[in-house]
Nanobody, 122 residues
Framework: QVQLVESGGGLVQAGGSLRLSCTAS?????MGWFRQAPGKEREFVAT????????YYADSVKGRFTISGDNAKNTVYLQMNTLKPEDMAVYYC??????????????????WGQGTQVTVSS
């Protein structure tokens, strides 16, 4: 069982930046971020393949968000710039042991963090 510990959420004005962190307690194949706003389904944000540092993004965040990893710390980061009110959501870290589904699907991931709130004021 892999535990995921998230940090870095908070309140920011539109146009501002936040960095989320997620540390895993064990080995993972991929780690990513999803988000869920009230009344909406959980949606893919970004993911990184740990062994290759290959990254994938949702179209809605491309050019604004950057996912990166520190293998020594077993940690991934999500740098979020130029935040918009529509980015406001609970952000969940997710980790996969191996490939079982497309990377953008929640079903791909075996482990989930508790979630961290990102609030963007307009």
């Amino acid at each position: 069982q892999v535990q995921l510990v998230e940090s870095g959420g908070g309140l920011v004005q539109a146009g501002g930046s936040l960095r989320l962190s997620c540390t895993a307690s064990g080995h993972t194949y991929a780690m990513g971020w999803f988000r869920q706003a009230p009344g909406k389904e959980r949606e893919f944000v970004a993911t990184i393949i740990r062994s290759t540092d290959s990254t994938y993004y949702a179209d809605s965040v491309k050019g604004r968000f950057t996912i990166s990893g520190d293998n020594a710390k077993n940690t991934v980061y999500l740098q979020m710039n130029t935040l918009k009110p529509e980015d406001m959501a609970v952000y969940y870290c997710a980790a996969a042991k191996y490939v079982i589904a497309p990377l953008y699907m929640p079903q791909m991931y075996h482990y989930w963090g508790q979630g961290t709130q990102v609030t963007v004021s307009s």
